[in-house]
Nanobody, 115 residues
Framework: QVQLVESGGGVVQAGESLRVSCSTSISISSVDVVGWYRQAPGAQRELIATIARGEETNYVPSMEGRFSVSKDDDKNTFTLQRIGLKPEDTAAYLC?????????WGRGIQVTVAT
């Protein structure tokens, strides 16, 4: 059974950094893609970035330069980082793995940027 758990959210001050991690119950070296989405209140879920099995990283153009993603196959975790948070970054951040076209989601973790 695929289980994903996000950690590292909470209330942070504008201008501070964000680091959110996703721990998985499976070997992520064997999955097709790992990735991060976010969903702000009243908004649609939006993709931030993905990392494919061959380490190819892709960012949504509007997110590139603002976020960075990485993964650790040995620890079966992957991470999202953002420097210089803004209030508009307030959202639930969700990790996802894709295995043969099937999406498996974490529950999401809330990040609230305070001014």
């Amino acid at each position: 059974q695929v289980q994903l758990v996000e950690s590292g959210g909470g209330v942070v001050q504008a201008g501070e950094s964000l680091r959110v991690s996703c721990s998985t119950s499976i070997s992520i070296s064997s999955v097709d893609v790992v990735g991060w989405y976010r969903q702000a209140p009243g908004a649609q879920r939006e993709l931030i970035a993905t990392i494919a099995r061959g380490e190819e990283t892709n960012y949504v153009p509007s997110m590139e330069g603002r976020f960075s993603v990485s993964k650790d196959d040995d620890k079966n975790t992957f991470t999202l980082q953002r420097i210089g948070l803004k209030p508009e970054d307030t959202a639930a951040y969700l990790c996802v793995v894709i295995i043969k076209g099937a999406y498996y989601w974490g529950r999401g973790i809330q990040v609230t940027v305070a001014t």
